[in-house]
């Protein structure tokens, strides 16, 4: 329990945040302007830019809710951890990211085995861009904006709404919130580590843009990687032998490790500027509270079970 004079129970009570409500209500946005988003895909050429899409996402169905709750809402930065992150600590962001990139494309490569032994078949990934003009088209659409917008909602917004719970609990249920408002059943894990990590550079350094540099870090890597080995010889089939199985383990534990050394000294850092964690709370969920969060949950499961079924079908299997 947290004493009435604790300092966290007063900045909880005193420090304007966002409601549990107003997250859901968003999150539910967000849902259905990708749905939205996802028709004015299939009906525009293949020709047309993707920055023309996505800023037609991005823009008006997270970037504008949030700057008019922001607005109706003074004195709410605080919460939203608006703050400029120090300078040393945001440069090893950048490390951490492409480690990250590394080390969910291991996770994804056996989550996938598992989901190829289990019938489904990957979709395909976007097409990757040939030529530097595509690759700074995408770094801007691909890679900063949904960064700085996703990063807004769910480490600014999401993470101050749920952390009056906790801040441990907090960057887990918005980890996982991330995760399904992608719709990608095979990049689930690294969806959930890029949330959780992204979550924990943001409480670590007191600074939303600590989450945003780091998520657009990681995005850029996920386009600029590919397009710097594009050169090699991609197009044979590559057979799990059991030599390679274990040189991958070896080298995804090495690369976590290098991770967990990052993310400790982050958290020294914190503990040494009095940025503590938030201890679990347990209360329970107002009506409309529930509600509002049950239709936004629903709303991206269903976006997750319709993408898995579609791309399920295109291979020719049934359930």
């Given at each position: 329990?947290?004493?009435?004079?604790?300092?966290?129970?007063?900045?909880?009570?005193?420090?304007?945040?966002?409601?549990?409500?107003?997250?859901?209500?968003?999150?539910?946005?967000?849902?259905?302007?990708?749905?939205?988003?996802?028709?004015?895909?299939?009906?525009?050429?293949?020709?047309?830019?993707?920055?023309?899409?996505?800023?037609?996402?991005?823009?008006?169905?997270?970037?504008?809710?949030?700057?008019?709750?922001?607005?109706?809402?003074?004195?709410?930065?605080?919460?939203?951890?608006?703050?400029?992150?120090?300078?040393?600590?945001?440069?090893?962001?950048?490390?951490?990211?492409?480690?990250?990139?590394y080390v969910a494309s291991t996770l994804a490569f056996f989550w996938e085995l598992l989901?190829?032994?289990?019938?489904?078949?990957?979709?395909?990934?976007?097409?990757?861009?040939?030529?530097?003009?595509?690759?700074?088209?995408?770094?801007?659409?691909?890679?900063?904006?949904?960064?700085?917008?996703?990063?807004?909602?769910?480490?600014?917004?999401?993470?101050?709404?749920?952390?009056?719970?906790?801040?441990?609990?907090?960057?887990?249920?918005?980890?996982?919130?991330?995760?399904?408002?992608?719709?990608?059943?095979?990049?689930?894990?690294?969806?959930?580590?890029?949330?959780?990590?992204?979550?924990?550079?943001?409480?670590?350094?007191?600074?939303?843009?600590?989450?945003?540099?780091?998520?657009?870090?990681?995005?850029?890597?996920?386009?600029?990687?590919?397009?710097?080995?594009?050169?090699?010889?991609?197009?044979?089939?590559?057979?799990?032998?059991?030599?390679?199985?274990?040189?991958?383990?070896?080298?995804?534990?090495?690369?976590?490790?290098?991770?967990?050394?990052?993310?400790?000294?982050?958290?020294?850092?914190?503990?040494?500027?009095?940025?503590?964690?938030?201890?679990?709370?347990?209360?329970?969920?107002?009506?409309?509270?529930?509600?509002?969060?049950?239709?936004s949950a629903g709303a991206m499961l269903l976006s997750l079970l319709i993408v898995t079924?579609?791309?399920?079908?295109?291979?020719?299997?049934?359930?």
């Open positions: 329990m947290i004493a009435m004079q604790d300092p966290i129970y007063e900045k909880l009570t005193k420090e304007p945040r966002p409601t549990l409500f107003a997250t859901g209500v968003l999150l539910l946005l967000a849902t259905l302007g990708l749905w939205l988003s996802s028709l004015l895909e299939l009906a525009l050429p293949q020709s047309a830019s993707p920055l023309i899409i996505n800023a037609s996402y991005y823009l008006p169905f997270i970037a504008l809710p949030l700057a008019l709750y922001a607005r109706r809402r003074p004195g709410i930065g605080g919460a939203l951890r608006l703050n400029p992150p120090p300078l040393l600590p945001t440069l090893a962001l950048a490390p951490l990211a492409i480690l990250s990139v989901l190829n032994a289990l019938g489904f078949h990957s979709p395909g990934g976007f097409a990757q861009p040939q030529t530097e003009a595509e690759l700074a088209l995408a770094i801007v659409s691909m890679a900063a904006m949904p960064a700085v917008c996703e990063e807004l909602l769910f480490r600014g917004f999401a993470l101050s709404a749920w952390e009056s719970r906790g801040t441990r609990f907090a960057i887990g249920v918005t980890a996982l919130l991330f995760a399904l408002l992608h719709g990608n059943l095979y990049g689930l894990p690294a969806y959930l580590l890029v949330g959780a990590v992204a979550g924990f550079v943001t409480f670590a350094l007191d600074s939303v843009y600590a989450g945003i540099v780091y998520h657009t870090v990681y995005n850029a890597a996920c386009l600029v990687i590919p397009f710097l080995l594009s050169g090699g010889d991609g197009d044979g089939e590559i057979a799990l032998s059991l030599w390679m199985a274990v040189r991958i383990v070896l080298e995804f534990a090495m690369r976590l490790g290098m991770m967990g050394l990052l993310l400790a000294a982050l958290w020294l850092r914190a503990r040494r500027a009095g940025i503590d964690p938030i201890p679990r709370i347990r209360r329970p969920l107002e009506d409309g509270e529930r509600v509002m969060l049950i239709l079924l579609l791309a399920f079908a295109r291979q020719g299997g049934s359930l």
